[in-house]
């Protein structure tokens, strides 16, 4: 039992120390891990995973089960704005998100966006981060 | 009037020195700093890719020493420009002229440096391609007439170097840039080549930051795509004719190659396993064409920057290249680049490089985080 912990404890020493992707492309490309809630103390996890073909940015919220598709994707360079949409629904109904944020950081590769969002039912802030 | 002519053709010439560092000096030293320090040398750090001298300064606020870091250009030019690890020894009185850090640190980069004793100046770096033959010789060839790109087996050594641009941008434009690809008007940059406004922005902004977050001189990245063939330690081709592939050699690449296949395969299944991995110099298939080999290469990752300068790119990216040898110490470059996904066309853009006789590629390694 005391070396399956070890080796855990050392494969997991590994992975800490792995050096994080570069990505020099378009900025938004990638996966992004971060929150969003109502406030820093009351938040979920965010996964947004982010592609660019050359004319529009695609992508996926929260892959899984229930992921929502990324809709109306932007990058605005001036200022590095990003804009992004997503449609959920549950059993109340559809849910339209709306994103908006500015990158900061983007020289690094664990650049981040920050900013707000908004739904017909509720709205708060998220940050993520570039992994 | 005649100060400030003779204190502009020094600083002309000081900045012309400064044409064999590695990286981009202005990244990290300010030329509106100029700085000069008279000292006693406490240590010679002689490793690449910059060698250093630190000195002990008389600190101009109290009657102690301050101590200063010299940084110089690196151990293989330095020692091509018969210098070695001896020419400066602790204990010696030294003056140094430079341009300080950006950050305020007691760094500088040394632009000349004085021994005291002698007067004399030492370990400046003077880069001079070889001079060309008064009459250019022919191209060296292979028993079937195809021209050799690389040192001949059993005879003459050498490689490429000396590219007479180190800078990429669209043939027919003309902007003033440093050797690293640092423009001299940012206001030039949706000049250097077509961008997509998001690719030109990025672009500014790697400039505006004076190329200082440049992944191959931070975390030791390859010089993928065109760069290689434009940097300070040059390529060298290995042409093995059984297997049918060339080998490129990549002199300032951290020892690292490229691979062109000539044996008509596709760009997939190049490497068993591993077809969707995009690398950092892609994947190269070529043919001759007439005197001409015409190399086309994609699959390449976005963890580098393809040219000096930082122009962007994305796994879009092709592309496609000309290798021509003029005449024995001419190869003609000739480059197209298509990304859609950076650029709103194709463009081109072209230059030559100098065959090194008798010399073996320079070996420069790079070492992570170390300036």
């Not at chain 2, 300068?309 to 001419?330: A, S, V």
């Not at chain 2, 680049?337 to 230059?351: L, N």
Request: some cysteine.
């Amino acid at each position: 039992m005391r070396r399956q912990i070890a080796l855990f404890l050392f494969i997991a020493a590994c992975l800490l120390i792995t050096p994080a992707r570069a990505q020099e492309g378009h900025p938004l490309k990638g996966s992004w891990i971060g929150t969003w809630g109502p406030s820093k103390v009351h938040s979920n996890d965010l996964l947004v995973i982010m592609s660019w073909d050359g004319k529009a940015v695609s992508g996926t919220i929260n892959p899984g089960t229930d992921d929502i598709p990324l809709k109306n994707a932007t990058l605005n360079p001036e200022g590095w704005v990003v804009h992004f949409e997503g449609e959920a629904k549950d059993k109340a109904g559809p849910i339209n998100y709306v994103f908006d944020g500015k990158i900061d950081g983007l020289a690094f590769h664990n650049r981040s966006i920050s900013g707000t969002w908004k739904s017909n039912r509720e709205s708060g802030q998220f940050k993520l981060q570039r992994q | 009037m005649r100060f400030i002519a003779t204190a502009t053709l020094t600083l002309l010439l000081l900045a012309g020195a400064r044409i064999a560092a590695h990286h981009e000096i202005l990244a990290k030293f300010d030329d509106k700093k100029p700085t000069t320090l008279s000292g006693v040398v406490t240590l010679v750090d002689w490793r690449n890719p910059h060698a250093h001298l630190f000195m002990n300064v008389k600190d101009p606020k109290g009657t102690g020493v301050l101590n200063w870091a010299v940084e110089l250009e690196s151990v293989i030019d330095l020692q091509d420009g018969g210098w070695n690890r001896d020419t400066v020894k602790a204990g010696d009185s030294i003056t140094v002229k430079g341009i300080a850090a950006r950050d305020g640190s007691r760094q500088v980069w040394g632009d000349s440096v004085v021994l005291t004793a002698t007067g004399r100046r030492v370990l400046n770096v003077t880069l001079t391609p070889p001079p060309p033959p008064l009459q250019p010789r022919p191209v060296p060839r292979w028993s079937d007439k195809q021209p050799r790109l690389g040192p001949i087996p059993g005879g003459v050594q050498g490689y490429w170097g000396f590219p007479s641009s180190t800078v990429l941008m669209e043939a027919g434009t003309n902007i003033k840039m440093d050797a690293w690809g640092l423009l001299a008007n940012i206001a030039d940059a949706p000049k250097v080549a077509p961008m997509q406004p998001w690719a030109l922005a990025l672009y500014k902004n790697r400039q505006s930051r004076f190329l200082q977050d440049d992944p191959m001189y931070l975390n030791c990245k390859p010089p993928g795509g065109a760069r290689q063939f434009q940097l300070r330690y040059g390529v060298q081709f290995v042409e093995d004719r059984e297997r049918q592939r060339i080998f490129v050699l990549v002199g300032s690449g951290n020892s690292n190659y490229r691979i062109i296949y000539t044996d008509g395969r596709g760009h997939a299944g190049q490497v068993g396993g591993d077809d969707d991995n995009p690398l950092y110099y892609g994947r190269a298939v070529a043919k001759w064409e007439g005197d001409t080999l015409a190399v086309d290469t994609r699959g390449f990752n976005e963890d580098f920057w393809f040219t000096n300068g930082g122009l962007p790119h994305t796994e879009q990216l092709k592309l496609l290249e000309r290798f021509t040898r003029t005449d024995f110490d001419t190869l003609k470059y000739e480059v197209t680049i298509d990304d859609p996904g950076a650029y709103t066309r194709s463009w081109s853009s072209g230059w030559t490089l100098r065959w090194v006789a008798n010399e073996e590629l320079p070996r420069h390694l790079c070492q992570e985080n170390r300036p």
